[in-house]
């Protein structure tokens, strides 16, 4: 199985240098379509529920300090399937081209980050994992 890292790689070989914000939403929405179209994760690493939104933390320690990335040498995206990279192109076709803020308000609106969220206030750190099958549900249901 791919590896989150493996991920991350093959979303800055596609898109390019982003930010580091962005790159954690098109993780997740990655992650999320996979479920819905591939029916199985992308990879294993939970994905928390950070006041920005989704945020998976093996990526974060590899880019804290980072505003933006343009490489991850930590990953190998030929680890990828033919399948795994055409869902995550297809995700990069529809959310690539967005702002990371606007994806970050994305997230917010939708129910797995909002489920995670629940009894937090909007500023409060937290970190509960976002359920697959609670995003597999949502998303299957767009």
């Not at 930010?19 to 990879?43: H, I, N």
């Not at 529920?49 to 590899?62: F, H, L, M, S």
């Amino acid at each position: 199985m791919a590896n989150v890292h493996d991920v991350a790689a093959y979303i800055l070989e596609r898109q390019g240098g982003m930010t580091t914000m962005k790159l954690q939403k098109l993780v997740y929405y990655s992650q999320a379509w996979s479920l819905v179209w591939d029916g199985e994760p992308l990879f294993e690493d939970a994905i928390e529920a950070w006041v920005n939104g989704p945020v998976v933390r093996k990526v974060y320690n590899a880019h804290a300090g980072q505003f933006r990335v343009v490489t991850w040498p930590n990953g190998d995206s030929a680890q990828l399937t033919e399948t795994q990279k055409s869902t995550i192109g297809l995700v990069l076709s529809f959310y690539g081209d967005k702002d990371p803020y606007w994806l970050s308000e994305l997230t917010h609106q939708e129910r797995p980050w909002k489920e995670a969220r629940e009894g937090l206030g909007s500023t409060e750190r937290g970190d509960k994992p976002i359920s697959l099958e609670t995003m597999h549900w949502y998303y299957s249901s767009l």
